[in-house]
């Protein structure tokens, strides 16, 4: 694993910030006095940085705030000092066109403040979708020891005596919506209860299902990601993060010794159990490739194919929501009940074993939690597409989309714009049949730009009117972790870059056979090849900044989108600063 030294042997990683009786040192003591700490407060103590990605415009992080304070009590408590540092606060709700355009950038920003600042461990603080993964992989290349504070999910949505979820009831009533059967003051009643506390997205969507992952891997304290955000525990957890890592530190707890090709399989294992978001898959294959562990689509799809989902929640599961599945135990029940396909082995961040972990954990509420003998769907909650259509590879999460589409032949329809599919679903007189396959293309990582969760197309208003609410949707963009629906995603490589999507045109039959993992055009080869000797490549997005470098050095899905030049296999880590 490519990573830097950590805490060295002969002392803190910080002591050569504080340590030399030069000059150089002598402004970084002076600057700390400045900050109002005396020498005996941050000489020889190990500095704990708290990356806190709070921001007045991030509603998932709103309590992150207070919670950095309850940080800071457990860093002291234990004989560190915790400062804290802002870090790029990637919300989900505003950023456009996609918050995914700026996991990099986070994780950027986290691998080179760890390295050049005096920390000799880190609390990295996060929750909202890209901040897991971003956070994440900064601090694995950084490799000095960490632990991940999860933001928790906010309360269960409540709206006239109905529970409503993160997302799915979003789409759900916007559908009801415009099929007319919603009022104006309807509209705002769900508006204003369908997010009613501080926290991430409740049901088990890409925020969920990336805190459960890392969770699962060893890098939260045990269950830590099933706190409601507004629960008490919630700030006694935050507390116990600062104390741990103090410890960890003295332990030389390293992330490189949590981080295993074991640990990332429980993870996913773990996470294909939940009924996992399908950007799990390009965030875990991001992160374990900074880990060094080769981690592929096959992999997953594999583990996918023997793992039952076994959580309740909402999307993929019928009743639940995060709330219910803390009440019911939260992950640790949950990974009780995988325990026997887990590695059990693996070291965690609190310098115990994943099993020694999961002593004691039980499930409260089997309906939540279920039983393997009972599960909410006998295989996980993602799937492997290959085929012409996809030679690199597509996602579908089967226990989301109507079995109906699961064997599917129907003609194609194009587009290769949002703005013109959307004209498209709203014109009632569209030719439109319930067997039309709806793609979207440019949708990628490079044509996104970014990789937006623009998969879950819209339902034709005509088939909405006649009562349909599903589809086969294919695209090579993402979907949030709350959508639903036979909507294929990823599609690697994407057509931008003139994968086979990119030759495929309105009125050609493509095909879905999911028992047998394909996805086909049914066009001759030789068409094929007459079409993509045509096909030109269409101008690029950005013509400078960061959208241009995005560009150039992001990866395809299946490689987890990170840049070229960020993966652990690119070159020699940097040196730690000496001077
Ligand atoms: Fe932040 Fe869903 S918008 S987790
Ligand atoms: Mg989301």
Wanted: with cysteine; hydrophobic share 40%.
């Amino acid at each position: 694993m490519a990573h830097q030294e950590s805490t060295p042997k002969g002392g803190l990683r910080s002591d050569r910030w504080f340590g030399p009786d030069d000059l150089r040192s002598f402004g970084h003591r002076s600057r700390m006095m400045q900050l109002g700490f005396s020498e005996d407060e941050f000489r020889g103590k190990p500095i704990i940085g708290i990356l806190n990605t709070w921001s007045e415009i991030n509603s998932c992080h709103s309590h992150f705030r207070e919670r950095a304070q309850d940080v800071k009590r457990g860093v002291t408590m234990a004989g560190g000092l915790g400062v804290e540092m802002p870090a790029l606060s990637v919300d989900e709700s505003f950023t456009k066109p996609t918050s995914m355009l700026y996991r990099n950038m986070l994780a950027m920003e986290t691998e080179e403040m760890i390295r050049s600042h005096p920390f000799d461990g880190v609390v990295l603080m996060g929750g909202c979708d890209k901040t897991t993964p971003g956070l994440v992989m900064g601090a694995l290349t950084a490799g000095i020891p960490m632990i991940y504070l999860p933001a928790g999910p906010m309360l269960r949505g409540h709206y006239a005596g109905k529970i409503l979820g993160s997302g799915s009831d979003a789409w759900k009533y916007w559908d009801e919506r415009r099929a007319g059967n919603i009022t104006d003051e309807e509209w705002l009643g769900i508006q204003g209860g369908i997010a009613r506390s501080a926290g991430t997205c409740m049901t088990m969507g890409t925020a969920s299902t990336m805190t459960a992952i890392t969770d699962a891997m060893g890098l939260t304290l045990p269950g830590a990601s099933s706190i409601p955000a507004v629960d008490s525990g919630h700030q006694r957890m935050s507390s116990d993060c600062g104390r741990r890592i103090v410890e960890m530190v003295r332990e030389d707890l390293t992330p490189d010794k949590i981080v295993t090709r074991a640990a990332v399989q429980n993870a996913a294992i773990t996470a294909m159990a939940t009924g996992c978001s399908a950007n799990a898959v390009v965030h875990l294959i991001a992160m374990a490739r900074r880990a060094g562990v080769d981690f592929s689509l096959d992999d997953l799809d594999a583990l996918g194919r023997s793992t039952p989902l076994i959580a309740n929640v909402r999307p993929a599961g019928k009743d639940y929501l995060m709330e219910d599945f803390f009440y019911a135990g939260g992950l640790r029940a949950l990974m009780k009940q995988l325990e026997e396909r887990l590695h059990t082995d693996c070291m965690t961040v609190t310098g115990k074993t994943l099993g020694e972990n999961l002593q004691g954990a039980q499930v409260y509420n089997d309906d939540v939690i279920r039983p393997l003998s009972n599960p909410v769907y006998h295989e996980g909650s993602l799937a492997l597409l290959r085929g012409n259509l996809c030679p690199d590879g597509a996602v579908i999460k089967p226990a989301a989309c109507d079995p109906k589409y699961y064997q599917h032949e129907g003609p194609a329809v194009v587009f290769d714009s949002y703005p013109e599919m959307k004209a498209w679903v709203d014109d009632e007189s569209a030719e439109v049949t319930p067997d039309t396959v709806m793609v979207l293309r440019n949708a990628g990582p490079q044509g996104g730009p970014g990789m937006p969760e623009w998969g879950m197309l819209p339902i034709p208003k005509a088939l909405i009117k006649q009562g349909h609410r599903d589809l086969l949707r294919i695209s090579d963009a993402r979907m949030s972790g709350t959508s639903y629906g036979a909507c294929v995603l990823h599609v690697a490589p994407e057509s931008y870059v003139g994968g086979p999507l990119a030759l495929l045109r309105t009125g050609d039959i493509v095909r879905l056979d999911l028992p047998n993992r394909t996805l086909d055009m049914l066009v001759p080869d030789d068409e094929i090849e007459r079409r993509r000797a045509a096909w030109t490549p269409p101008e690029p997005r950005f013509q400078r900044g960061y959208g241009w470098m995005f560009s150039k050095h992001v990866m395809q899905a299946d490689k987890g989108c990170d840049f070229d030049y960020l993966q652990a296999s690119f070159g020699a880590a940097a040196a730690e600063p000496d001077i």
